[in-house]
């Protein structure tokens, strides 16, 4: 099995290969500007996973793709990401920017806790389920079950038959874990 950081790029590369399918799914005014795009702060640096810009909302909009579990340490990063794209990406009349981390799974309690003194617009979404983004974004942005529905989509496509074979072997275990019938 690959490592997280090489299934990272796997997910952020199966998306990256249908960019315009991508876009079209998130809805009209997304413009692609990067993947992996770089920045170097205090001599380190630091890659966004995908970057796009509203142009309806006038915001750059940051998405980082995670393969595992919600961990509390994706809302600092992405607070930071946030604050990088504000002081070098935002123009004069450009508003703040977004940030949206993709988990395959999700601890609603854990994200709740870890968003709860965050200012910044974050959304956590779990291929399935999503922490809430301010209400005047929802008429411009996606919903998440789009955006969930398209990673699920693209995932399913580029999965390799082992990868598919060892997935089914796993929902039946958890199917059996759980008192379900096959």
Same mark, same amino acid.
């Given at each position: 099995m690959l490592n997280e950081k090489a299934k990272e790029r796997d997910l952020e590369n199966a998306l990256m290969t249908h960019v315009t399918k991508v876009l079209l799914e998130l809805g009209a005014g997304f413009a692609f500007m990067g993947r992996q795009r770089k920045f170097e702060i205090g001599g380190k640096e630091f890659f966004f996973d995908l970057l796009f810009y509203h142009t309806k909302l006038r915001r750059h909009v940051i998405i980082e793709l995670k393969i595992g579990e919600f961990e509390p340490e994706y809302i600092g990063k992405m607070n930071f990401y946030l604050?990088?794209?504000?002081?070098?990406? /935002?123009?004069?009349?450009? %508003?703040?920017? +977004?940030?949206?981390?993709?988990?395959?799974?999700?601890?609603k309690v854990v994200a709740?806790?870890?968003?709860? !003194?965050?200012? /910044?617009?974050?959304?956590?979404?779990?291929?399935? #389920?999503?922490?809430?983004?301010?209400?005047?974004?929802?008429?411009?942005?996606?919903?998440? %079950?789009?955006? &969930?529905?398209? #990673? !699920? !989509?693209? +995932?399913?496509?580029?999965?390799?038959? %082992? &990868?598919? /074979?060892?997935?089914? #072997?796993?929902?039946?275990? @958890?199917?059996?874990? @759980?008192?379900e019938s096959l």
């Open positions: 604050s990088i794209s504000d002081d070098q990406l /935002k123009g004069v009349y450009d %508003e703040a920017a +977004i940030g949206l981390i993709l988990c395959k799974t999700n601890h709740e806790y870890a968003l709860r !003194d965050i200012t /910044k617009p974050i959304g956590i979404a779990e291929y399935r #389920i999503t922490q809430h983004l301010p209400a005047d974004f929802k008429d411009e942005l996606p919903s998440i %079950e789009d955006i &969930e529905r398209r #990673i !699920d !989509d693209e +995932i399913r496509e580029n999965q390799k038959p %082992e &990868e598919t /074979k060892i997935n089914t #072997i796993l929902d039946k275990l @958890s199917k059996l874990n @759980s008192g």
